[in-house]
């Protein structure tokens, strides 16, 4: 999340592709690959970045982010699909270009096209809620060559267009800026889908990378915190003049009544419990369309994990391992759910969670200190306060960081992955969708998308502000999503 194909961290348009993708241009019978893996990572910028304001820094540092997963891919695997109910790679190739072309070439600058068809046919993800799958085959897609030459092209003809128009100040620059942040933030939550996206190919249809080590973590003893009574604020401010998405707004408060929390989030050792005494099995655990799922889908354990002679393991970026049992699980929210019922439990709220991320023991009016910035306090977020901003690919112990904790206690509430609320993901009061991406956030109100706080270890910093929201539909099970419980 949150992007065209931002899963909620894609905002995705609602559509399933039954006919070819690009009629009368499909690629060569035998598709060929350069030897190089590179599409857009080798482009010379044209930002003077010594020189350069920050926002474009800050937009240069972001295509980097997204120009090295591509490295990862083997070139014989750019056009696989490594989710069923996703796009082939080599869209979102195109897409991250076609996406700020589009909102900044031709909606800002009013640029001619240099290709409308490939304008269109990198614009918009899929999220296939009704269950269909896309039927495109990698025949369907232009050669890797052409869309590399799309890319730079695009890119270079912004770059050329950016510096000049912010250093006029005019009474488009406002607009300007928010269009390029709305650029910045929607190209590093696709860092991040990438990632999901990337984490189920086989491993060797990628480069392998080194992952940081964790370290040696305290063990965490599951415990829940009582959370007193108190008022979370939700959303921003529009007067704060900081960037953030139509959903974030507007600002409110909402009155919480006391509750107890995991002081942790649920392990894959808590989840292998679940799992081994027949959670998957236990028809009272599942709401009805749960249930389907799991029975359609032959569910009987997390996606992540891989059982192997009755033996436990996790599928990791680059490895298949042991299943680490301090580690937090990655489960949808139907999974979450269940193990919540199980457990005499249920997930929190939005406004619940909040309380516990960012609220403190005692409210005072003298200071009108009531909450947080963030859970440890007003400090920026930095590596010691939890596994997110790229530093691993992969989770750590949950309780690897607690320089991370909450006023209360709780700890892991930011990063090391995203956490499921009971929320459906719906409008603040007074929301307005983004006149230039009217579809960014209202496309998912639809009662199918619960709402996700926190962030995962490939989450950018700048999308760890409280305000922010990410969504997914509850059958969704690849993305880093863990969860905890609380009880009333």
């Keep these: 999340m949150a992007r065209l194909e931002y899963g909620g961290l894609t905002r995705r348009r609602k559509f399933i592709i039954k006919q070819p993708l690009f009629p009368g241009y499909s690629a060569r019978t035998g598709i060929r690959f350069a030897a190089s893996n590179i599409l857009v990572s080798d482009m010379a910028t044209t930002f003077a970045t010594q020189r ?69 046919l990198f614009a918009f993800g899929i999220d296939p809620v009704g269950g269909g799958l896309p039927t495109d085959i990698p025949e369907d897609w232009p050669i890797r060559a052409k869309v590399s030459d799309y890319n730079q092209k695009l890119r270079s003809t912004l770059d050329e267009r950016l510096s000049p128009a912010l250093e006029l100040r005019s009474e488009n620059s406002a607009e300007l800026k928010q269009l390029i942040e709305v650029a910045i933030e929607h190209r590093l939550m696709h860092a991040e889908t990438l990632s999901y996206l990337l984490h189920q190919m086989p491993l ?44 974030e707004f507007e600002e409110h408060q909402v009155n919480v009544p006391e509750f107890h929390i995991d002081a942790y989030k649920v392990t894959n050792g808590d989840f292998l419990n679940f799992q081994s005494n027949g959670g998957y099995q236990d028809r009272s655990l599942w709401n009805d369309a749960d249930w389907s799922w799991t029975q359609s889908s032959d569910k009987s354990h997390p996606s992540f994990w891989i059982f192997r002679e009755g033996k436990p393991f996790l599928r990791t970026m680059f490895d298949e391992i042991p299943l680490p049992l301090d580690w937090p699980v990655y489960v949808s929210h139907a999974e979450a759910s269940a193990y919540a019922r199980w457990s005499k439990k249920e997930l929190p709220s939005e406004a619940e969670w909040h309380r516990a991320a960012y609220g403190v023991a005692i409210e005072s009016r003298e200071t009108q200190i009531s909450e947080r910035a963030f859970p440890w306090g007003e400090q920026l977020p930095t590596s010691t306060h939890g596994n997110f901003d790229f530093q691993r690919w992969d989770p750590a112990p949950v309780g690897a960081y607690p320089a991370g904790a909450s006023a209360f206690g709780v700890q892991g509430l930011i990063g090391n992955g995203w956490e499921w609320t009971r929320t459906i993901f719906a409008p603040f009061a007074g929301f307005k969708p983004f006149p230039f991406y009217p579809g960014y956030s209202a496309d998912f109100f639809d009662g199918h998308h619960f709402v996700m706080k926190g962030g995962s270890s490939r989450t950018a910093a700048c999308m760890l502000r409280r305000s922010f929201r990410n969504w997914f539909q509850p059958h969704y099970p690849y993305v880093y999503t863990g969860f905890r419980c609380i009880e009333h």
């Design 52 to 120: 350069a304001p920050s926002l474009l820094q800050k937009l240069a540092d972001a295509r980097a982010r997204t120009d090295e997963l591509f490295h990862i891919v083997r070139p014989e695997a750019l056009y696989d699909r490594p989710i069923a109910e996703r796009h082939r790679l080599i869209f979102y190739a195109g897409h991250l270009e076609a996406f700020d072309w589009n909102l900044l070439g031709r909606r800002h600058f009013d640029l001619p096209s240099f290709d409308p068809a490939f304008d269109q």
């Design 204 to 247: 060797d249809r990628k480069f392998h990378h080194a992952d940081s080590p964790t370290g040696v973590a305290p063990q965490a003893k599951p415990r829940m915190i009582r959370i007193p009574a108190g008022t979370s604020t939700l959303g921003l401010r529009a007067q704060q003049n900081s960037f953030g998405w139509d959903n």
